[in-house]
């Protein structure tokens, strides 16, 4: 998996048959495993061993229609050639990129994401793309493709916003960041495919919008919460606003429920770099029902933004509902703006004081009063290592849940980031 160095944009027409590159890298011995150096010089598709650079070759063969990635070693190379393996060590980070890229390149008769990554089922749908189930051709490790339309018809915003999100993620590395390996942009297909890692676990959505009416208990929530923070810290530290934290862009780690909870955030197609005036202009950032009020006011928004919507994720992961009521999105977002938050009996009569508190403080509707990031890893429901592990309840069965109010977590229907905006319009000229 190309995971050890950063994602670049592969254009098929760059691909040319007089690309060469050449250059000292290490070879282990086969019996005795000692370090050899070895020139190798890569000509269009033909790769040659010297003993030095002046010397002519020991040997050449063909890398075309090879399998190449990275080894389990820092700066190893791996060649499947369709007879024989070879391995080969870079002593830099970035001579590793500069073969890697290479090998690859020259290894591919045509070159797209086809010839690395094998594609299959749907396993997630998003505002700007799908996201795919795929497998790396050389390692056959599972990997998460998103496939990106940036067709010609489109606007131009939505293909700003696939190459934005590219940019981002581009220079992002934490343990709880979903991580990107390539990126490819076939302009055959009109198509950007980010592949990203696979986390087995799915969404956290899935996990407290089941059938069973369970929901996560305290602890999970607070481990869940913790590491989505950790993340957003790593953000915030960088400039950058996620803008569409939520259940469904929440990746647990593991498969098995039993496990104490681990997660990734992953999706960063709303996510936008903080001006030197630490805000960003008004966009309609945030998924329904996560909608902070400073956006459904249109006004500029930042770094508090990602804390509202963190509010909004613990409070629906611990209760299966929203904190704001409306028999539709619209009134909803007016009850966001205008009724204060509540905790009813049924729903959070179990749960510490602490959890409503730590809840309250990141659902503050001026933005300027919401807990910062750091302020929220270091509130004692957080902290708190001895909080209790509370059994979740549910006041009524997700059957009846289902038939209630829109607040409901269970009623999931995907409703574009537009189409919210396009009614927010049509009730102001209502209005007018």
Same mark, same amino acid.
């Given at each position: 998996?190309?995971?050890?160095?950063?994602?670049?944009?592969? /254009?098929?027409?760059?691909?040319?048959?007089?690309?060469?590159?050449?250059?000292?890298?290490?070879?282990? &011995?086969?019996?005795?495993?000692?370090?050899?150096?070895? /020139?190798?010089?890569?000509?269009?598709?033909?790769?040659?061993?010297?003993?030095?650079?002046?010397?002519?070759?020991?040997?050449?063969?063909?890398?075309?229609?090879?399998?190449?990635?990275?080894?389990?070693?820092?700066?190893?190379?791996?060649?499947?050639?369709?007879?024989? #393996?070879?391995?080969?060590?870079?002593?830099?980070?970035?001579?590793?990129?500069?073969?890697?890229?290479?090998?690859?390149? +020259?290894?591919?008769?045509?070159?797209?994401?086809?010839?690395?990554?094998?594609?299959?089922? =749907?396993?997630?749908?998003?505002?700007?793309?799908?996201?795919?189930?795929?497998?790396?051709? +050389?390692?056959?490790?599972?990997?998460?493709?998103?496939?990106?339309?940036?067709?010609?018809?489109?606007?131009?915003?939505?293909?700003?916003?696939?190459?934005?999100?590219?940019?981002?993620?581009?220079?992002?590395?934490?343990?709880?960041?979903?991580?990107?390996?390539?990126?490819?942009?076939?302009?055959?297909?009109?198509?950007?495919?980010?592949?990203?890692?696979?986390?087995?676990?799915?969404?956290?959505?899935?996990?407290?919008?089941?059938?069973?009416?369970?929901?996560?208990?305290?602890?999970?929530?607070?481990?869940?919460?913790?590491? =989505?923070?950790? +993340?957003?810290? /790593?953000?915030?530290?960088?400039?950058?606003?996620?803008?569409?934290?939520?259940?469904?862009?929440?990746?647990? *780690?593991?498969?098995?429920?039993?496990?104490?909870?681990?997660?990734?955030?992953?999706?960063?197609?709303?996510?936008?770099?903080?001006?030197?005036?630490?805000?960003?202009?008004?966009?309609?950032?945030?998924?329904? /029902?996560?909608?902070?009020?400073?956006?459904?006011?249109?006004?500029?928004?930042?770094?508090?933004?990602?804390?509202?919507?963190?509010?909004?994720?613990?409070?629906?992961?611990?209760?299966?509902?929203?904190?704001?009521?409306?028999?539709?999105?619209?009134?909803?977002?007016?009850?966001?703006?205008?009724?204060?938050?509540?905790?009813?009996?049924?729903?959070? &009569?179990?749960?510490?004081?602490?959890?409503?508190?730590?809840?309250?403080?990141?659902?503050?509707?001026?933005?300027?009063?919401?807990?910062?990031?750091?302020?929220?890893?270091?509130?004692?429901?957080?902290?708190?290592?001895?909080?209790?592990?509370?059994?979740?309840?549910?006041?009524?069965? *997700?059957?009846?849940?289902?038939?209630?109010?829109? #607040?409901?977590?269970?009623?999931?229907?995907?409703?574009?980031?537009?189409?919210?905006?396009?009614?927010?319009?049509?009730?102001?000229?209502?209005?007018?």
């Amino acid at each position: 998996m190309v995971g050890n160095f950063e994602a670049y944009y592969r /254009y098929t027409e760059e691909v040319t048959a007089s690309a060469k590159v050449e250059g000292w890298l290490v070879k282990e &011995g086969r019996k005795l495993r000692q370090p050899i150096p070895r /020139y190798l010089r890569l000509q269009g598709s033909q790769l040659s061993n010297h003993r030095s650079p002046s010397e002519p070759p020991t040997w050449t063969i063909s890398v075309l229609d090879s399998g190449v990635g990275p080894g389990p070693r820092t700066n190893e190379l791996l060649v499947h050639f369709p007879n024989r #393996k070879m391995s080969f060590f870079a002593e830099t980070a970035d001579d590793f990129e500069r073969w890697i890229i290479a090998l690859k390149r +020259a290894a591919a008769s045509n070159f797209s994401i086809d010839n690395f990554y094998k594609m299959g089922e =749907v396993i997630g749908i998003g505002v700007n793309g799908n996201v795919l189930k795929g497998w790396d051709r +050389a390692t056959n490790e599972e990997v998460a493709i998103k496939s990106i339309p940036y067709d010609g018809d489109m606007e131009e915003k939505d293909d700003e916003h696939a190459e934005y999100e590219i940019d981002i993620i581009k220079s992002l590395d934490h343990p709880h960041l979903v991580k990107t390996y390539d990126v490819f942009r076939s302009k055959n297909e009109k198509k950007i495919y980010i592949v990203m890692e696979y986390v087995a676990g799915g969404e956290l959505f899935e996990r407290i919008a089941n059938d069973t009416g369970t929901l996560i208990k305290e602890a999970d929530g607070i481990r869940m919460i913790r590491n =989505v923070l950790s +993340a957003v810290k /790593y953000l915030h530290e960088r400039g950058i606003v996620h803008g569409d934290i939520k259940a469904e862009n929440i990746l647990c *780690v593991d498969e098995d429920v039993q496990l104490p909870i681990r997660v990734k955030l992953a999706d960063f197609g709303l996510s936008k770099r903080i001006s030197a005036n630490g805000s960003c202009p008004y966009e309609l950032v945030g998924s329904r /029902y996560y909608l902070a009020p400073e956006i459904i006011q249109k006004r500029d928004y930042g770094k508090p933004v990602d804390m509202w919507t963190c509010g909004i994720l613990v409070y629906s992961a611990l209760s299966g509902m929203y904190p704001f009521e409306g028999d539709d999105i619209l009134e909803y977002n007016d009850n966001t703006e205008t009724k204060d938050l509540v905790f009813p009996e049924t729903e959070w &009569g179990l749960f510490d004081e602490a959890v409503k508190d730590f809840i309250s403080k990141l659902l503050e509707k001026d933005p300027s009063k919401r807990l910062t990031v750091d302020e929220a890893l270091k509130h004692p429901w957080v902290a708190d290592e001895q909080v209790a592990d509370a059994e979740p309840i549910m006041s009524r069965k *997700v059957s009846e849940v289902e038939q209630d109010a829109p #607040k409901s977590i269970f009623r999931r229907k995907r409703t574009r980031p537009e189409d919210i905006l396009a009614r927010m319009r049509l009730k102001e000229d209502n209005a007018a």
